[in-house]
Nanobody
Framework: QVQLVESGGGLVQPGGSLRLSCVAS????????MGWYRQAPGKQRELVAT???????NYLDSVKGRFTISRDNAKNTVYLQMNSLEPEDTAVYYC?????????WGQGTQVTVSS
């Protein structure tokens, strides 16, 4: 049973930066592609970025050039560096496997971009 714990969110002004972390326990995630997802109020959850087991990233068009996904397999952790944040990035951010996400999602971490 994998447990995913996200952290690092907060309130930031437009143009600011945050670094999110996702620590997995209960199973090694190093062999899987992992992703960061987000869900804004009233909207469906969307996939923001993915990273393969070998470190190859892929991004949603709207975050390309602003977000960077990375992973530390030794720490069973995935990161999301978010720069030049925009109000449209406001959402709860989650990490999970992609594809075939684990059934049990973490609690997520709230990111609010507002002046």
């Amino acid at each position: 049973q994998v447990q995913l714990v996200e952290s690092g969110g907060g309130l930031v002004q437009p143009g600011g930066s945050l670094r999110l972390s996702c620590v997995a326990s209960g199973s090694r995630i190093s062999i899987y592609t992992m992703g960061w997802y987000r869900q804004a109020p009233g909207k469906q959850r969307e996939l923001v970025a993915t990273i393969t087991s070998l470190g190859s990233p892929n991004y949603l068009d709207s975050v390309k050039g602003r977000f960077t996904i990375s992973r530390d397999n030794a720490k069973n952790t995935v990161y999301l560096q978010m720069n030049s944040l925009e109000p449209e990035d406001t959402a709860v951010y989650y990490c999970n496997r992609n594809p075939r996400p684990y059934v049990d999602w973490g609690q997520g971490t709230q990111v609010t971009v507002s002046s």
